[in-house]
């Protein structure tokens, strides 16, 4: 099963529970992957519906974000409902060890020899970390390991 017929489906249980917070965030999520589709021209595989739900997550954590700084709480909780109900539809995060291993393996195959080769190594690692690891630290450690 597709991770937009996942989507379509908790879109029902949560009509039928009748929760709002987790309906409202699966109707825009379904949203933004519509419009991805229009956009595009293309029907969406579960990798870009991943990149969808991702993005989703990190507006949401960079609104939270805000919204504490502003002595906002009320508005950063609901956010943080929202990353809630996003996050049960990606996969298990990697822990640190899974990603140091990645990106040696990564830099193994890639032959980097040093920071011109970043590219390379992260166009290896995009697709197999998509949705499981925060790419901006994942960038931060491949960077230090291509530095010696």
């Known amino acids: 099963m597709s991770l937009v017929d996942d989507l379509k489906n908790a879109q029902k249980d949560a009509m039928r ?13 379904l949203a933004a992957v519509k419009q991805r589709e229009i956009d595009e021209q293309i029907t969406l595989d579960d990798a870009a519906v991943l990149a969808v739900i ?35 539809f990606l996969p298990q995060p990697l822990t640190d ?3 140091a291993a990645l990106i040696d393996n990564a830099i193994t195959s890639t032959g980097a020899a040093g920071m011109q080769d970043m ?23 491949v960077k230090a390991r291509l530095n010696p």
């Open 54 to 88: 991702t993005k989703a997550v990190k507006q949401r954590q960079d609104a939270a974000s805000q919204y504490d700084d502003a002595n906002r709480p009320e508005l950063a909780a609901k956010e943080r409902e929202e990353i809630a109900v996003l996050e049960t």
């Open 97 to 99: 060890d899974e990603v």
């Open 119 to 141: 590219g390379k190594v992260m166009g290896v690692l995009k697709p197999q970390v998509q949705g499981r690891t925060d790419m901006g630290a994942l960038s931060g450690k």
């Open 17 to 29: 529970a009748k929760d709002k917070v987790r309906l409202g965030t699966i109707r825009m999520t």
